[in-house]
């Protein structure tokens, strides 16, 4: 399966974004589906994923309430709505996906074998 992300772009403090997610060659069904973003000069961060059996979402501790993700199976499009943006959520945003994963495991880079290219969010003060 390969995933397009899209839909970052230049906001203001307090603005909104939501990023798209598309899934072709296959669909989202059965996967365990993910947003990481990476900043410069840091490390791939988890923001939150979204498992297929039993549909639970865990996200990072500091960005609930403010993100979420969800899902459009009918298009094959996972969505991340992002609220109340700030300055440090400014990152390169990467949605990812795994046919196989466990709970411990989600918020590894490792564990996710499809990525997408990524979509640069920046949020200015």
């Known amino acids: 399966v390969q995933l397009q992300a899209s839909g970052g772009g230049l906001v203001q403090a307090g603005g909104s974004l939501r990023l798209s997610c598309v899934a072709s060659?296959?669909?989202?069904?059965?996967?365990?589906v993910a947003w990481f973003r990476q900043a410069p000069g840091k490390e791939r961060e988890f923001v939150v994923a979204?498992?297929?059996?039993?549909?639970?979402?865990t996200y990072a501790d500091s960005l609930k309430g403010r993100f979420t993700i969800s899902r459009d199976i009918t298009s094959n499009t996972v969505y991340l709505q992002m609220n109340n943006l700030k300055p440090e959520d400014t990152a390169v945003y990467h949605c990812?996906?795994?046919?196989?994963?466990?709970?411990?495991?989600?918020?590894?880079?490792?564990?996710?074998?499809?990525w997408g290219q990524g979509t640069l969010v920046t949020v200015s003060s």
């Open positions: 990812a996906a795994s046919s196989r994963i466990i709970l411990s495991s989600l918020r590894q880079p490792a564990s996710y074998a499809y």
């Open positions: 060659g296959g669909t989202f069904r059965g996967y365990t």
């Open positions: 979204n498992r297929w059996n039993g549909g639970t979402t």
